[in-house]
């Protein structure tokens, strides 16, 4: 029989699946708006306002993560999976910080300033210029396959623990009231 899990503390929680939803929301908006023209500026503003959202709420989970510890892992977790762990949450934190600032300053390069909820315009954060467009945009992309990756592995790791190995480890971020 397993120890009972420790969950993260609610705000957490709640911080962690809103931008889960949000992050999924952003992904799916930004590949949709690349391949089909049809609304590309009223998606683009969408996206460009999820983007600022996330970027703010990451930074409250950042600042979240640093006043309260994440609870014990299980033991079925081995020394070197938790050295996974730590390198895959650092990892998802740089590509959810990295990826807003990188699209803030993509779009800064086209020489406009980013508009978020209909009308708010943000100040530029890189100099008009193509060829900084350019790399923007393609580190960008780069970026948003990455964080893709990142996410299916980290969903990967806790279908194993969950449903495999059987310790809980899903439980560590849910809501259900039974352990």
Do not use: C
């Amino acid at each position: 029989m397993t120890e009972p899990m420790t969950r993260y503390p609610l705000r957490t929680r709640i911080l962690h699946w809103l931008v889960a939803i949000l992050i999924f929301s952003m992904l799916l908006i930004g590949f949709v708006m690349v391949t089909w023209l049809g609304s590309y500026s009223a998606l683009v503003g969408i996206h460009m306002t999820l983007g600022v959202v996330v970027l703010f709420i990451v930074v409250l989970r950042i600042a979240n993560r640093f006043t309260h510890h994440a609870p014990k892992l299980p033991k079925t977790v081995g020394w070197a999976e938790q050295k996974l762990v730590v390198g895959s949450e650092l990892t998802l934190y740089a590509l959810m910080l990295a990826q807003p600032l990188i699209g803030w300053a993509m779009v800064s390069a086209t020489g406009r300033s980013p508009v978020i909820f209909g009308s708010l315009r943000l100040p530029r954060i890189a100099p008009f210029n193509a060829d900084l467009f350019f790399v923007l945009r393609q580190t960008h992309s780069v970026l948003a396959y990455a964080l893709v990756a990142v996410i299916a592995a980290h969903v990967s790791a806790v279908l194993l623990h969950t449903l495999t190995l059987r310790d809980g480890m899903l439980s560590r971020m849910a809501f259900s009231r039974d352990r």
